[in-house]
């Protein structure tokens, strides 16, 4: 459930960006190519990132690894709202990227082994389908709470506010039991 809510939160993060550009964009007074570009470098450090996690996936424990990395996401995406100008946005994205990128190769090995192999391919794909429903959903969200905020820098409490409960639900990830490594497998 945990890892779920964070999938969810992760796609709810990632449309601020391209739903609230114009509102970022006229904040900053930027052109519309620079928005282009830190969103297609943000969804570049989620990717590129996914490489690094894996590897220190295979070398130390995955549920502090997923803490970490959590709360690290929460950080920054609050610092994303916190930016005073576009290239602090950019770097405010870029880690916020690289710490989201622990839900590929993270979460996938830890759902594998916590759950039978019978169980497995359900549980991955509930995980997934509700992470994409909240990912269709997320462009009304997201400008929910910048409506709600109000004013062209309404954007900026989106941010804020995505960042509370990633940071709190990263938090209740340590609680979490390590699940042995290949426990179905053997």
């Not at 990632?14 to 570009?37: C, H, N, Q, Y």
């Not at 946005?89 to 039978?116: E, M």
């Amino acid at each position: 459930i945990l890892l779920t809510a964070l999938n969810s939160l992760d796609e709810l993060a990632e449309a601020t960006l391209s739903v609230l550009a114009p509102d970022i964009r006229d904040t900053f007074g930027i052109s519309d190519g620079a928005i282009v570009f830190i969103a297609t470098a943000a969804n570049m450090f989620f990717v590129l990132g996914a490489v690094p996690m894996g590897w220190l996936a295979d070398r130390v424990r995955r549920v502090p690894l997923v803490g970490v990395a959590s709360v690290a996401f929460g950080v920054f995406l609050a610092l994303c709202g916190l930016a005073v100008n576009a290239f602090m946005l950019f770097w405010a994205r870029f880690f916020a990227g690289i710490a989201k990128a622990n839900t590929i190769p993270v979460h996938g090995s830890l759902l594998a082994d916590t759950y039978p192999i019978p169980v497995r391919a359900r549980m991955s794909a509930l995980n997934d389908m509700v992470g994409r429903g909240i990912g269709v959903a997320s462009p009304v969200l997201v400008a929910g709470i910048a409506a709600a905020a109000g004013g062209t820098e309404g954007w900026r409490w989106t941010y804020v506010t995505l960042s509370i409960p990633v940071a709190v639900l990263g938090f209740f990830v340590f609680r979490l039991r390590e699940p042995p490594r290949g426990q179905w497998e053997q």
